[in-house]
């Protein structure tokens, strides 16, 4: 699972990256200083897998990850071409989410593309350019789906409807993803699948700011975000602990991560044991066949039952045995949902 780090060039993306990452790119003061995208995979940090790793006395600890990709800039007339403007959108297409930076704080020697410090117009910027390259993409599904509708077409004129609603929103200035829809339904899964629109996408703003305190408008405060000193976030890359702590320096980015992994609904499992803690993603709502397949895709037809016990239950009984004969320890079905910090054995 992808999340693009995207915004306007010299906001703090790649910066960003850097610190997320601890890999060094390059970040010179310079519009379009990224143009290949640069990956990198980051731990989820879990303080539930360390305590499940102590009282297992485990050799290895594996965690959950996530995947952040720095994509390009993008400029006012990305949509026509202008800049990176198709090279960004093509590489915006391949993520899960959208993690949209965007420069809060003042500093003259930190080139800005529009030559001014306008957070809310520079998410505008942003978001119009994702709205016109969905809108040409959903006049041209509209071409065909009214062309099956009319042909009596099973399916299309629902899902002629459905793309309706989402086009309103889109010419209204909305992203798609505020369209009010029954993704339970087929043919709104069809609908949604075959577009694959930038701004259907779940969005996450993280706000480039001088200090974590500093008030945001309403406008800005109404979004679903993050607030980041990205410039000291790099910082503290280069301190001990110790040092951080004596400057009284502390960082926001364990923060960003997990409200990123949350973004994608994802949850997490784990299995723990002498030889592996370990955290396990999957989809919320999954059931535990399905959840077995991050283990091992033979787990879901292979599948008789499971023994659970939430993390919090297992620590207080001390250890799996111990659950069992406290009865804290429970055997699931087939139906079983998973929730978030269940600690799992597959009988298979």
């Known amino acids: 699972m992808k999340i693009g780090i995207v915004g306007l060039p010299n906001v703090g993306k790649s910066t960003l990256f850097k610190a997320l990452t601890r890999t060094q790119v390059d970040i010179n003061n310079y519009p379009f200083c990224t143009i290949e995208p640069n990956i990198g995979i980051v731990k989820v940090p ?5 305590k499940l790793s102590a009282m297992s006395q485990t050799k290895r600890i594996i965690p959950a990850i996530v ?9 006012k007339g990305a949509s026509e071409g202008e800049g990176l403007g198709n090279k960004f959108l ?7 989410a959208i993690a949209q930076v965007v420069r809060v704080f003042d500093n003259s020697q930190i080139i800005h ?33 009214e062309k099956d509708a009319r042909g009596n077409k099973k399916g299309a004129a629902e899902q002629l409807e ?33 577009l694959s629109l930038l701004t259907m996408k779940p969005f996450l703003y993280i706000y480039n700011v001088a200090d974590v305190n500093q008030e945001l408008s309403p406008e800005l405060e109404s979004k679903k975000h993050v607030k980041l000193d990205i410039k000291i976030e790099e910082e503290l890359i280069e301190m001990t602990k110790e040092e951080a702590q004596e400057m009284d320096i502390h960082s926001n980015i364990d923060e960003l991560i997990v409200r990123a992994y949350e973004l994608l609904g994802l949850i997490t499992y784990f299995t ?12 919320k709502g999954w059931t535990a066949p399905l959840a077995g397949t991050a283990i091992h ?19 207080e009984a001390g250890s799996w045995s111990k659950a069992r004969e406290l009865g804290t320890l429970r055997t699931e079905g087939k139906d079983y949902v998973m929730q978030d910090g269940d600690v799992v054995e597959f009988k298979i």
């Open 113 to 145: 593309v529009n030559n001014k410090i306008d957070p809310e117009g520079d998410m505008e910027v942003i978001n119009t350019e994702l709205i016109l390259a969905d809108l040409e993409t959903v006049q041209k599904v509209k071409v065909r789906l």
């Open 67 to 75: 995947e952040f990709v720095d994509i390009a800039g993008i400029v």
């Open 90 to 96: 093509a590489n915006i297409r391949e993520v899960d």
């Open 46 to 50: 879990d303080e539930r897998l360390d």
């Open 297 to 315: 895709n033979d787990f879901k037809d292979k599948f008789i039952r499971a023994e659970i016990i939430h993390w919090d239950k297992l620590l």
């Open 272 to 283: 723990t044991g002498v030889e592996e803690t370990r955290a396990w993603t999957i989809q």
């Open 162 to 194: 459905i793309l309706n609603k989402i086009n309103t929103n889109l010419e209204a200035g909305k992203l798609a993803n505020e369209t009010v829809l029954d993704l339970e339904e087929d043919n709104t899964r069809i609908v949604v699948r075959e």
